[in-house]
């Protein structure tokens, strides 16, 4: 589901922003950042705000810092949701999480053809859906879902690839009841492994739509952060 949440902190959109720079990958515009000798990948899925987001672009730095080649699509073909646009499940209807999936596999392959040997997929909100999708067929070698939407049991029981899901105390969207039915869900899914945290006293959305000037945000995102990194390094080698 989405809520209006899924809108809250809109980021001010800067395609100047990151470390990086944008190439057409898999026929996707995306902001490239990271080692082009890594044969490594992770790749970002925004929330509905889009590849843009200056904090998202500071995050695929931090991940490239770490040896990844970072690669962050434009899944939205130049049209994120604006705040005061048209309304979310408008514009969700034209970007469709199942669009998403089939359009991240040629990236996937696109990276493969640079020499890269595993690949992670980190996906936010409405990304957090496309990266289960392609945990279920082993197109990645781990996945970690921060603040999911659209995710659902099914989904979790369908993922056949180490999985990481970051959720908030606060949050419509994914509440922690939900959260928890993950992590009983891929309990029972011993061959896979899972890690499953409940953030306390962050909303959704939590880990890319913070104030920087707010300290404990910048806190809480950091330890987000240093989950997914953590993540990423012990299973994607």
């Not at 950042?33 to 843009?52: H, M, N, Q, R, W």
């Not at 669009?99 to 990304?127: M, S, Y």
Request: a negative charge; proline letters at 6%.
């Amino acid at each position: 589901m989405s809520s209006p949440q899924c809108c809250a902190n809109p980021p001010t959109l800067n395609p100047n922003s990151g470390a990086g720079h944008v190439e057409k990958l898999g026929g996707l515009d995306t902001y490239v950042t990271g080692s082009p000798d890594s044969k490594l990948a992770a790749v970002l899925i925004s929330d509905i705000f889009g590849y843009e987001a200056p904090n998202l672009r500071k995050l695929a730095d931090k991940v490239a810092a770490a040896g990844f080649y970072v690669a962050v699509p434009d899944f939205f073909h130049g049209d994120p949701h604006v705040d005061g646009g048209r309304p979310l499940q408008e514009w969700i209807n034209d970007h469709g999480v199942d669009k998403g999936f089939e359009e991240a596999k040629p990236v996937i392959q696109a990276l493969k053809c640079k020499g890269i040997t595993a690949t992670g997929a980190v996906g936010f909100c409405w990304g957090a859906k496309v990266a289960v999708q392609l945990a279920k067929r082993e197109f990645i070698q781990a996945a970690v879902l921060l603040h999911p939407s659209f995710v659902t049991v099914d989904d979790i029981k369908g993922v056949e690839v180490p999985i990481s899901v970051l959720g908030a105390e606060i949050d419509q969207v994914s509440p922690p009841a939900l959260v928890k039915e993950f992590e009983e869900a891929l309990t029972a899914k011993s061959e896979v492994d899972s890690f499953v945290k409940i953030f306390p006293k962050v909303a959704h959305g939590w880990s890319v739509r913070y104030n920087a000037e707010d300290e404990s945000a910048v806190k809480a995102a950091e330890e987000a952060h240093q989950n997914l990194l953590e993540w990423l390094a012990k299973h994607v080698k």
